[in-house]
């Protein structure tokens, strides 16, 4: 399976931008996803994870009311809505897949989920 996310960018505190990963799983709706994040200098950390049907969502608290995962498994692709961006959410964001596990025990480490994406640059300015 394969990762593509797109949408990252430089964007002023405040702003907002939208995140994609388009997935090549034959059926998508096997795999639960997720984005993760890792700013420079720092470990990798978990944003949001969605379920398969997506009617189950969690969140990071730094991001909670800001941001919103969602999914549209007719198109096989997850998005992060992020609102309200500050300085600090600046990161490569990284879409992740697993089939076996559940939403909410996907980890940051690369062991911890089936498929990674390639990771998309976002970059707040203050």
């Known amino acids: 399976v394969q990762l593509q996310a797109s949408g990252g960018g430089l964007v002023q505190a405040g702003g907002c931008l939208r995140l994609?990963?388009?997935?090549?799983?034959?059926?998508?709706?096997?795999?639960?996803m997720g984005w993760f994040r890792q700013a420079p200098g720092k470990e990798r950390e978990f944003v949001a994870t969605?379920?398969?049907?997506?009617?189950?969502?969690l969140y990071t608290d730094s991001v909670k009311g800001r941001f919103t995962i969602s999914r549209d498994n007719a198109k096989n692709t997850v998005y992060l809505q992020m609102n309200a961006l500050k300085p600090e959410d600046t990161a490569h964001y990284y879409c992740?897949?697993?089939?076996?596990?559940?939403?909410?025990?996907?980890?940051?480490?690369?062991?911890?989920?089936?498929?990674w994406g390639q990771g998309t640059l976002v970059t707040v300015s203050s």
């Open positions: 992740v897949a697993s089939r076996s596990k559940t939403h909410d025990a996907l980890g940051p480490n690369l062991g911890d989920n089936d498929y």
């Open positions: 994609s990963c388009a997935s090549s799983a034959r059926i998508f709706s096997n795999y639960v």
């Open positions: 969605i379920s398969r049907t997506g009617d189950s969502t």
